[in-house]
């Protein structure tokens, strides 16, 4: 009798390590292991939020025509081209789903979101990781990893958990080299934090196979929520509609995400802050011989002199009370990812690793 299998590719899917939220027996704790918004949500958000507690008994809109229309006026996007999903990473999972399967292959770059790989093996085709050059996303050894099997591109710009990103003209310069039969994904979880960059909207809306995702788990102060989208030539978001469950949102989620949006000016706020503390805490790092990439995101890559250091002030860390992420799994042993936190956590953050720093030296 033959056994009972999962499909090809699932048993090899290591499961997706969240970050840290605990410590046992220790008060006062900060967490800074999952790029969470410090300030949380908008005001308006969480009035809506309560709000949607009367309607708790009515299916939510199927088609989340209203934010979609609300994302679209905002950033100046057609609705018609806006799918909504449970975070991002459901329209990633959608993308795959879609559009590969076994015998195809789908790129991530070396140190890329651990998810593209996750749902790549779920949908049956086969990763293919590409280096990058220095924590950077190299978009030549991209288009030469290329073959006729690939599928997909996945790209985050910026990337986490490096924090670095690569220029509108050399996304552009990849989108207009590789074949039509590819869909580059352009995951912008963390476009966000950039004033006046578009995460590749107009190369979206100029390409028939370029899609952009987005989030509202970061700068809008929705992790909890689980609320993302993506924006793609309209055949593609046909697609990955037809695959989605039609009450994928719920109704709080919805609600919620639909006042964040509108509050532009609470997000300006929280960019300006996340973007000031960010630099002051590269720069406390710094000066304590931690050094890290240019960050564009709300976390800071810092990179230790090798991995027996990471792990030691990761344990220093803990004793104080503060939670970091760990990245051997994305291939940075020698590095911690540290989120920016409120002003009080980035000082706690700099005072430990001074600490640390002088015990160890
Ligand atoms: C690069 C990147 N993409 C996508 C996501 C998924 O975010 P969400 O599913 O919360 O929208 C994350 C979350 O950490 C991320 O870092």
């Not at 499909?7 to 967490?31: D, H, W």
């Not at 057609?78 to 789903?97: H, K, P, R």
Request: with cysteine; proline share 4%; aromatic share 8%.
């Amino acid at each position: 009798m033959s056994q009972l299998q999962a499909k090809p590719g699932v048993e090899k899917i290591n499961l997706y390590e969240g970050g840290l939220a605990t410590l046992k027996g220790a008060s006062n704790v900060v967490k800074l292991s999952s790029n969470e918004n410090p300030l949380g949500p908008s005001q308006l958000a969480i009035e809506a939020f309560r709000n949607s507690a009367f309607n708790l008994h009515l299916y939510p809109s199927a088609d989340h025509s209203a934010l979609r229309i609300t994302i679209g006026k905002i950033f100046q996007l057609s609705a018609e081209n806006i799918i909504c999903g449970v975070g991002s990473d459901e329209i990633l999972s959608f993308i795959c789903q879609a559009y590969a399967g076994p015998g195809d292959e789908v790129i991530h770059t070396e140190h890329g979101f651990a998810l593209y790989r996750i749902c790549t093996l779920a949908a049956g085709a086969t990763p293919i990781e590409v280096t990058e050059k220095d924590r950077v996303t190299d978009v030549p050894a991209i288009l030469n990893a290329c073959t006729q099997r690939t599928k997909i591109i996945f790209i985050a710009n910026p990337n986490n958990p490096t924090g670095t990103m690569i220029s509108l003209e050399e996304i552009t310069f990849l989108a207009d080299n590789i074949p039509s039969h590819i869909l580059l994904v352009l995951d912008g979880a963390y476009v966000d934090y950039i004033e006046d960059y578009d995460g590749g909207a107009k190369l979206v809306e100029t390409r028939t196979n370029v899609l952009m995702t987005r989030t509202f788990s970061k700068l809008y102060g929705l992790g909890g929520m689980r609320v993302g989208w993506g924006y793609g030539p309209k055949n593609v978001v046909d697609n990955l509609n037809r695959i989605r469950g039609p009450f994928n949102l719920s109704g709080p989620a919805l609600a919620a995400a639909e006042a964040a949006v509108q509050d532009q000016h609470y997000i300006g706020k929280c960019r300006s802050e996340n973007n000031l503390l960010r630099s002051w805490l590269a720069k406390a790092l710094a000066e304590c011989g931690i050094v890290s990439d240019n960050s564009m995101g709300n976390f800071i890559l810092a990179r230790f002199r090798n991995q027996e250091e990471a792990e030691a002030c990761d344990e220093f860390f803990k004793s104080k009370g503060i939670i970091v992420r760990r990245v051997s799994s994305y291939k940075l042993p020698q590095c911690l990812r540290i989120s920016v936190g409120d002003r009080d956590a980035c000082e706690r953050v700099a005072h430990a690793v001074k600490q640390f720093k002088a015990g160890k030296a």
